[in-house]
């Protein structure tokens, strides 16, 4: 089990940015891919994005391809989104996950059963 931690949500307006982070608990951090899910009101909880757990391979959403990026420090066991360009469809409560298991195909992305309380992104103008 492993506590995840998510911080950095809060209200821009449509075009500004955010950088979200996630503290995670444990010292496996560094041996696992970490991810970042939303759920929008309404509507299920979707994948955003995976790391590896080097940082050497990453994995986007369509819909956020090319306007956020992901990042991990295994010094400070904390898995960071940087989302620019922000959109009205991209508000939402943000999570952080650990990978179901230590082996990821980045060809799709397996959440494990640990989630944070969330941060809110609310994009509006």
């Known amino acids: 089990q492993v506590q995840l931690v998510e911080s950095g949500g809060g209200l821009v307006q449509p075009g500004q940015s955010l950088r979200l982070s996630c503290a995670a608990s444990g010292r496996t951090f560094s041996s696992y891919p970490m991810g970042w899910f939303r759920q929008a009101p309404g509507k299920e909880r979707e994948f955003v994005a995976g790391?590896?757990?080097?940082?050497?391979?990453?994995l986007y959403a369509d819909s956020v391809k090319g306007r956020f990026t992901i990042s991990r420090d295994n010094t400070k066991n904390t898995v960071d989104l940087q989302m620019n360009s922000l959109k009205p469809e991209d508000a939402a409560v943000y999570y952080c996950?650990?990978?179901?298991?230590?082996?990821?195909?980045?060809?799709?992305?397996?959440?494990?059963?640990?989630w944070g309380q969330g941060t809110q992104v609310t994009v509006s103008s």
């Open positions: 790391i590896s757990q080097s940082g050497g391979r990453v």
């Open positions: 996950n650990r990978h179901r298991g230590m082996t990821w195909n980045t060809g799709s992305y397996f959440p494990g059963p640990d």
